[in-house]
């Protein structure tokens, strides 16, 4: 019977036990830091040699600066190759997701407001990007979609991908999801050293403005560390699940709580409920899903370190121990999902009902699957448009404008101290020449 932690929230301790369930080492680790603190400064200061280095090392083949290059014809001869059935796949998915974006796109507005002054915002695209497309424990072909197509609703200019290849294999599903979604240049290497070419450019990757897209600890924790010298999304590292049920199947359930846990064995599962029994049904079930998954070492090795059931006494205790997680994902599996959803404050993606497996937003639902994990889901979004474009303040003036409200900000430029502030303002005012 695998080991899974069980909980109950009329234990006196509960909060401090749920505390601990939530206290995984993540990018946060001293030795993480200190490690790809090393791997940033040596890819900063030798670009492709320590780059190089550092795949071999990590991902255990002999790249150069000539064999990490993935050229755009290589990934429309990959979209060639791959089977019918795939790019149906792809292609539906690259639909449903763009057609969900497009709704993300802002627009400029302004306004003029009584003293005469035109105020507004202006969106524009980032010029250049980087995608992380995890790729060390299994290829992920969706996350090119996820991080690409995005990217380009939003108009960005030059989408970089970079992915790692353990053994130099590429996968030629990623190289075919890239080529359909828009993807521009590729970079077979992956983990931290990835990171920092992306931020700091080597001889051969160009450096981006911001690096966006999920990855390991040593990939999150890259992207902490670069961030001021790029743009960054959000941390999204080891993916999450929480089901909240009342009934349903058991093997249903089950399932569900080991799709994320198949991952990473840093992943983490947890299911909730009112219903003890229906706790004991899942854990046998889960038992005899891992008997046959052919994912199971780290599945079971994620349950058993990170994963809980937990029995609770009210829907709102259930809802209470849900925004104390903040999860990347929750389903909420039950009869009345719409009861408890207003009182859900902190999840990345939230998937009501019994017919919307966590698997169906990983793929095809339309909503993007970089989501923010280990509880940042209090103060972070799902990777969206909004991501790629960034807004600049647009302020017109007409002479009555500043004369109706110059001088109270001419009165604390002096109060600051700041003369030449007040000067500017007091030249317009007092100054009756047109120009
Ligand atoms: N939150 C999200 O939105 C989301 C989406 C998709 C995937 N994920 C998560 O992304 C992660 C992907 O992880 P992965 O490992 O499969 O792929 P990855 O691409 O993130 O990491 C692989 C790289 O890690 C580096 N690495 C591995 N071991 C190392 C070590 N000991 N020291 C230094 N560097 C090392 C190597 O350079 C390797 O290329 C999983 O945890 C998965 O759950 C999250
Ligand atoms: N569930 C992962 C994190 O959201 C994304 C993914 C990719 N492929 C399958 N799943
Ligand atoms: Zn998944």
Same mark, same amino acid.
């Given at each position: 019977?695998?080991?899974?932690?069980?909980?109950? /929230?009329?234990?006196?301790?509960?909060?401090?036990?749920?505390? +601990?369930?939530?206290?995984?080492?993540?990018?946060?680790?001293?030795?993480?830091?200190?490690?790809?603190?090393?791997?940033?400064?040596?890819?900063?200061?030798?670009?492709?040699?320590?780059?190089?280095?550092?795949?071999?090392?990590?991902?255990?083949?002999?790249?150069?600066?000539? #064999?990490? =290059?993935?050229?755009?014809?290589?990934?429309?001869?990959?979209?060639? *190759?791959?089977?019918?059935?795939?790019?149906? @796949?792809?292609?539906?998915?690259?639909?449903?997701?763009?057609?969900?974006?497009?709704?993300?796109?802002?627009?400029?507005?302004?306004?003029?407001?009584?003293?005469?002054?035109?105020?507004?915002?202006?969106?524009?695209?980032?010029?250049?990007?980087?995608?992380?497309?995890?790729?060390?424990?299994?290829?992920?072909?969706? /996350?090119?979609?996820?991080?690409?197509?995005?990217?380009?609703?939003?108009?960005?200019? =030059?989408?970089?991908?970079?992915?790692?290849?353990?053994?130099?294999?590429?996968?030629?599903?990623?190289?075919?999801? +890239?080529?359909?979604?828009?993807?521009?240049?590729?970079?077979?290497?992956?983990?931290?050293?990835?990171?920092? &070419?992306?931020?700091?450019?080597? =001889?051969?990757?160009?450096?981006?403005?911001?690096?966006?897209?999920?990855?390991?600890?040593?990939?999150?924790?890259?992207?902490?560390?670069?961030?001021?010298?790029?743009?960054?999304?959000?941390?999204?590292?080891? /993916?999450?699940?929480?089901? !909240?049920?009342?009934?349903?199947?058991?093997?249903?359930?089950? @399932?569900?709580?080991?799709?994320?846990?198949?991952?990473?064995?840093?992943?983490? #599962?947890?299911?909730? #409920?009112?219903?003890?029994?229906?706790?004991?049904?899942?854990?046998?079930?889960?038992?005899?899903?891992?008997?046959?998954?052919?994912?199971?070492?780290?599945?079971?090795?994620?349950?058993?370190?990170?994963? &809980?059931?937990?029995?609770?006494?009210?829907?709102?205790?259930?809802?209470?121990?849900?925004?104390?997680?903040?999860?990347?994902?929750?389903?909420?599996?039950?009869?009345?999902?719409?009861?408890?959803?207003?009182?859900?404050?902190?999840?990345? *993606?939230?998937?009501?009902?019994?017919?919307?497996?966590?698997?169906?937003?990983?793929?095809?639902?339309?909503?993007?699957?970089?989501?923010?994990?280990?509880?940042?889901?209090?103060?972070? /979004?799902?990777?969206?448009?909004?991501?790629?474009?960034?807004?600049? #303040?647009?302020?017109?003036?007409?002479?009555?404008? !500043?004369?109706? !409200?110059?001088?109270? +900000? @001419?009165?604390?430029?002096?109060?600051?101290?700041?003369?030449?502030?007040?000067?500017?303002?007091?030249?317009?005012?007092?100054?009756?020449?047109?120009?």
């Amino acid at each position: 019977m695998a080991g899974i932690a069980r909980l109950d /929230s009329a234990d006196v301790d509960f909060s401090k036990q749920l505390d +601990a369930l939530l206290t995984r080492e993540t990018d946060t680790g001293d030795d993480v830091q200190h490690l790809v603190a090393d791997i940033l400064a040596n890819v900063k200061r030798r670009g492709n040699e320590a780059l190089c280095e550092y795949t071999a090392r990590f991902d255990g083949w002999a790249c150069t600066p000539e #064999s990490m =290059e993935i050229s755009h014809a290589r990934m429309e001869e990959a979209w060639h *190759a791959v089977s019918e059935q795939d790019r149906q @796949a792809l292609q539906l998915c690259v639909e449903r997701i763009r057609a969900y974006h497009e709704h993300q796109l802002q627009a400029d507005w302004d306004f003029t407001d009584a003293a005469g002054l035109t105020l507004g915002q202006r969106i524009t695209p980032l010029d250049r990007v980087g995608l992380y497309v995890p790729g060390g424990k299994a290829a992920y072909p969706s /996350s090119v979609l996820m991080n690409a197509v995005p990217a380009v609703v939003a108009g960005v200019k =030059e989408i970089v991908m970079v992915v790692p290849t353990p053994g130099g294999e590429l996968n030629e599903l990623v190289l075919a999801a +890239a080529y359909i979604s828009g993807v521009q240049r590729g970079f077979a290497v992956g983990g931290a050293q990835a990171v920092a &070419a992306l931020a700091y450019g080597t =001889e051969t990757v160009p450096a981006v403005d911001k690096i966006v897209g999920p990855g390991n600890k040593f990939v999150a924790a890259a992207k902490r560390q670069v961030f001021g010298t790029c743009g960054i999304d959000m941390i999204a590292g080891p /993916s999450e699940i929480v089901v !909240v049920a009342d009934g349903g199947h058991p093997a249903w359930l089950a @399932a569900d709580f080991l799709s994320q846990a198949e991952h990473d064995e840093a992943a983490q #599962s947890i299911l909730i #409920s009112t219903d003890a029994r229906l706790l004991d049904q899942v854990a046998e079930a889960i038992e005899a899903h891992l008997a046959v998954l052919p994912r199971a070492a780290i599945a079971r090795a994620s349950v058993e370190t990170h994963g &809980a059931l937990i029995h609770v006494h009210s829907w709102e205790e259930a809802a209470e121990a849900v925004n104390t997680i903040a999860p990347e994902h929750l389903e909420l599996a039950l009869e009345d999902p719409d009861a408890l959803l207003p009182l859900i404050r902190h999840a990345g *993606a939230i998937f009501l009902g019994h017919f919307v497996p966590e698997a169906l937003g990983d793929y095809i639902a339309g909503p993007n699957h970089v989501l923010p994990t280990n509880r940042t889901a209090r103060f972070s /979004s799902p990777l969206g448009v909004y991501d790629f474009q960034k807004r600049t #303040s647009i302020i017109r003036s007409t002479r009555a404008g !500043v004369e109706a !409200v110059g001088p109270a +900000a @001419a009165h604390l430029a002096h109060r600051e101290g700041l003369q030449a502030h007040a000067l500017t303002l007091e030249l317009r005012l007092n100054d009756r020449t047109d120009v």
